[in-house]
């Protein structure tokens, strides 16, 4: 019954907040499909997913030296305290990396398309033993996964270092996607709420 309750009470308080937002649906919209079209460009077209590949090494690079800098002003910000050595010393190190990173965008993609290769097989392998040992409900979908996050990470290797032109802009694409057709759902969700009563 309190469970119930809890489900009814976090039900209307989701539909109150997407209430609020019911006026802005199409804004929500549109980024919805602005966000699909870029992210199937960058799958579409090869030389759209390398400049993306470069594009965001170059991105990643400059978020990561804004951060550096936030994050060392933050610590002088902050005054005396234990963690200031610490904040400061993160903040160098991220601009340290973010200048490396923008300074050689493509020797970073194939060093970060090495490590996601690495990543995806031994994430792949783990997932299909762990279902295998485990035998949870619907355990089957969690082997599937493995299998597939296991089978894309080798092909990324087997690919390597050619795959580091396209690895980076492929993710950042289906991400993209991903992305936008989210805002989508969330922008038709918004508009079926029912109008607040005058």
């Known amino acids: 019954m309190c469970s119930q309750i ?33 992210g199937t460009v960058a799958l579409v077209f090869p030389a759209l997913t390398i400049l ?10 400059v978020s990561l030296i804004v951060a550096g800098l936030s994050t060392i002003i933050t610590s002088f910000w902050a005054g005396k305290w234990g963690g200031t050595l610490l904040q400061l010393l993160v903040g160098i190190l991220y601009i340290v990396a973010g200048m490396v990173i923008t300074d050689t965008p493509v020797r970073s993609a194939v060093a970060m398309t090495a490590f996601v290769a690495a990543f995806f097989i031994v994430v792949g392998a783990f997932r299909t033993l762990a279902a295998f040992t485990m035998r949870f409900p619907n355990w089957g979908w969690a082997v599937l996964n493995g299998v597939i996050t296991f089978l894309i990470g080798v092909t ?9 032109l396209w690895v980076i802009g492929v993710l950042v694409g289906v991400e993209l996607l991903l992305n936008g057709w989210t805002w989508i759902m969330l922008a038709l969700a918004i508009r079926s709420v029912p109008a607040k009563p005058a």
Do not use: D, Q
């Open 52 to 61: 993306t590949s470069f594009a965001a090494m170059v991105i990643l690079g």
């Open 6 to 38: 809890n489900e009814a009470v976090a039900v209307g308080s989701v539909e109150k907040e997407l209430g609020h937002l019911r006026s802005f649906w199409f804004c929500f919209l549109l980024m919805g499909i602005l966000l699909a079209v870029c």
């Open 156 to 164: 990324i290797y087997r690919h390597f270092p050619e795959s580091s």
